[in-house]
Structure formats: C-alpha cells, structure tokens
C-alpha cells in the first residue's frame, strides 16, 4: 500500500458521505493495556494540556506529565497506534489514529472515550483540528477526511475532489461517465494522504499532505483551494511564525511563504533528512527529524544542526507549561535542553 511506504519514511528513514458513532458500527472498545516502558516506546506527538503536557503513541499509548517531572501512563478504549493530539481548550483533546480511531478527553487528558473508528477503512488519520469545542476535522491517508459539528458525537465523512491534481481529476469524471461503479471505487482511493492541518492566523486553514499537496480553506475546510506548490513529494510539517508560513517534508525539504502563499522560497537545510515537526521555542524557530536531527532556524532563515541523536528519529518538541522541553520520537519521551 502507498500509505505504508510514507509511514516508514516518517518512522523509519460531497459524495461519499457517512455518518457513524461507535454504537453505530457495533464495535466494542478495547482497553489499552498499561505498560512500565510505555515513554520509552514508539510516541509520535506531543501537546499541551491545561498544565501539563500529553503524548500519544504506538498501541493506544497515552501518557501524561506529573508535576513530578516523570511520564504517566493513562488507559485509553484502543490498541491501535495513535499518530496526533490536540487540545482546543486546558480540557477538552481528541486523539487520532489508525483504523480512523478518535477518541476524546474532558479532563486534559485523564481519561478518554472512543468517539469513532472503521476497521472497514483499515486506514489512519495522521492529524486533527478543533476550531471550538463543537467544530473539528480529522484527517488522513487517501484523503480520509471527517467533520464533526457537536464535539465528536457524530463524525461525517466527505469527499473532496477539488484536491485532485489535474489529471487525476479528469480521468475520475470520466470514470463518473462510463462506469460508476469503479467510479466510486476509485474515489475511496485516488486523493493523496492527508498529512497535516494548521489553522492560519488570519482565520484560514492549510492543509499539507503528499504528491506535494498544499491547499488552503477559507471555511473550515467545506471548500478547498490547491496551491501551486514547487515541490512534489510529501509534506509533513506545517508552522506559521514571524509573518510567514514553513512546510516541511522528505529529504529535508523546506519552503517559506508570506501568508499570500503565492511566493515560495526553498531553504537550505544541514542534511537531507525528513522533516516531521515545526516548534516555536522562546520565539525561535526549531526542527526535528529523522535521523534524531534537532535544526535552528534563524531571521534570516539560516538553518544550524545543534544536535543529532544517532539510531532514532525525532517526530515532536513541546515546551512543557512549567519549563522544560520535551522530545517525543522513535525511541520515546526525552527531556532535551537546546542552547
């Protein structure tokens, strides 16, 4: 499958509508199980929370940071790896993962229950978005796109064709002509992985993902608008900072926009190697990747290696509410201190 190729460079080097809740499906939730290593194992994402932080990771992993300064393992209704978390408010977070799984949080991240997940799909949302905590998005591989308007009770599932590139666009409505059937096989399909949503300063929402996807709503993602992008590959990073708009993705590819996103400026970075965050840290700009590279940005956007962690690959850097920064990657949660 094309979703497996892009997990493992990550990791290792409207038609179409539903409606669904975990009633609806029939399927019952699974505990996660508590385990001692569980920080030191696979996390892809990490948040803050009220005050403290949240990560997520493989087999339904949730943990939280103890005013102690250690991890703590939470149990969650699901197995299935997670890949991002999100808090709208200090309470109110959704976890996404695979099979399409989300789950909720009213307590910062305490406890959660499962809203939504479609083992039929057998596929993972890479990245969700609350506007409030009524209105939210869950995207992920092969254009797997769900809404939620009432805080994740009901998930609406929607096709969005305008995403297509060209060609791809032509051959499905041709396809929509001469055989409907294969048409709506194709369309369960044919969009590119959706990998990231940032919502833009000026009430817009981005939208990044693979084949060099980077579109842009103006309405909470009901319409979208594809960008001409100069790069081709896929996209995994998104961060706005200082007036301009950063997307990064493999082999160390780097673009800056002004919030026109008309204009975009390669920049040239320490070593080729995949770009899986974006932070702000005390108003600097910071990478991290595979390869355990950790890159400073400056103004003039000049790109440093400052560390390099050999044998893992670094997914997430959060600034902890108290102090502290933390990094969240192959090989688990690490404090790390960037001078």
């Given at each position: 499958?094309k979703?497996?190729?892009?997990?493992?460079?990550?990791?290792?080097?409207?038609?179409?509508?539903a409606?669904?809740?975990p009633?609806?499906q029939g399927?019952?939730?699974?505990?996660?199980q508590?385990?001692?290593?569980?920080?030191?194992a696979l996390?892809l994402?990490?948040?803050?929370?009220?005050?403290?932080?949240?990560?997520?990771g493989?087999?339904?992993?949730?943990?939280?940071?103890a005013?102690?300064?250690?991890?703590?393992?939470?149990?969650?209704p699901?197995?299935?790896?997670?890949?991002r978390?999100?808090?709208?408010?200090a309470?109110?977070?959704?976890?996404?993962?695979?099979?399409?799984?989300?789950?909720?949080?009213?307590d910062?991240?305490?406890?959660?229950q499962?809203?939504y997940?479609?083992e039929?799909l057998a596929r993972?949302?890479?990245?969700?978005?609350f506007?409030?905590?009524?209105?939210?998005?869950?995207v992920?591989?092969?254009g797997?796109?769900l809404?939620?308007?009432?805080?994740?009770?009901?998930w609406?599932?929607?096709?969005?064709?305008?995403?297509?590139?060209?060609?791809d666009a032509?051959?499905?409505?041709q396809?929509?002509?001469?055989?409907?059937?294969a048409?709506?096989?194709?369309?369960?399909s044919?969009?590119?992985?959706?990998?990231?949503?940032?919502?833009?300063s000026?009430?817009?929402l981005l939208?990044?993902?693979?084949?060099?996807?980077v579109?842009?709503?103006n309405?909470?993602?009901?319409?979208?608008?594809?960008?001409?992008?100069?790069?081709e590959?896929?996209?995994f990073?998104?961060k706005?900072?200082?007036?301009?708009?950063?997307v990064?993705?493999?082999r160390?590819?780097?673009?800056?926009s002004?919030?026109?996103?008309?204009?975009?400026?390669?920049?040239?970075?320490?070593?080729?190697?995949?770009i899986?965050?974006?932070?702000?840290?005390?108003?600097?700009?910071?990478?991290?990747?595979?390869?355990?590279?950790?890159i400073h940005?400056?103004?003039?956007?000049?790109?440093?290696?400052?560390?390099?962690?050999?044998?893992e690959?670094?997914?997430?850097?959060?600034?902890?509410?108290?102090?502290?920064?933390?990094l969240a990657?192959?090989?688990?949660?690490?404090p790390?201190?960037?001078?």
């Open positions: 499958m979703f497996c190729v892009l997990f493992c460079s990550v990791i290792c080097g409207l038609p179409l509508i409606s669904a809740t009633n609806e399927q019952q939730a699974i505990t996660s508590l385990q001692p290593l569980a920080s030191k996390v994402d990490i948040k803050n929370a009220g005050n403290t932080l949240v990560a997520v493989e087999r339904g992993h949730i943990l939280r940071l005013a102690t300064g250690n991890w703590q393992q939470v149990l969650t699901s197995r299935n790896l997670l890949t978390v999100t808090f709208v408010d309470v109110n977070g959704w976890a996404v993962g695979h099979d399409a799984t989300v789950m909720h949080s009213d910062a991240g305490a406890t959660w499962l809203q997940r479609s039929e993972p949302l890479m990245d969700v978005y506007h409030d905590a009524q209105q939210g998005l869950a992920g591989a092969y797997l796109f809404r939620t308007q009432d805080g994740g009770k009901h609406q599932r929607e096709f969005h064709d305008e995403l297509l590139n060209a060609d032509q051959y499905l409505q396809l929509k002509t001469d055989d409907p059937q048409y709506q096989q194709e369309s369960d044919i969009l590119p992985h959706f990998n990231r949503l940032l919502p833009l000026d009430g817009r939208l990044v993902g693979e084949m060099g996807l579109a842009v709503s309405d909470m993602g009901v319409h979208w608008q594809r960008l001409m992008f100069p790069y590959g896929s996209l990073a998104a706005e900072y200082n007036g301009k708009v950063y990064g993705g493999l160390g590819n780097l673009f800056a002004d919030l026109s996103l008309q204009s975009w400026q390669s920049i040239t970075l320490p070593q080729k190697t995949t899986n965050g974006i932070t702000q840290v005390a108003g600097q700009l910071w990478l991290v990747g595979n390869s355990g590279v950790i940005l400056d103004a003039d956007n000049q790109a440093q290696l400052v560390r390099q962690l050999k044998g690959n670094l997914l997430a850097l959060a600034v902890a509410p108290k102090g502290g920064l933390w990657g192959t090989k688990g949660l690490q790390i201190t960037l001078e």
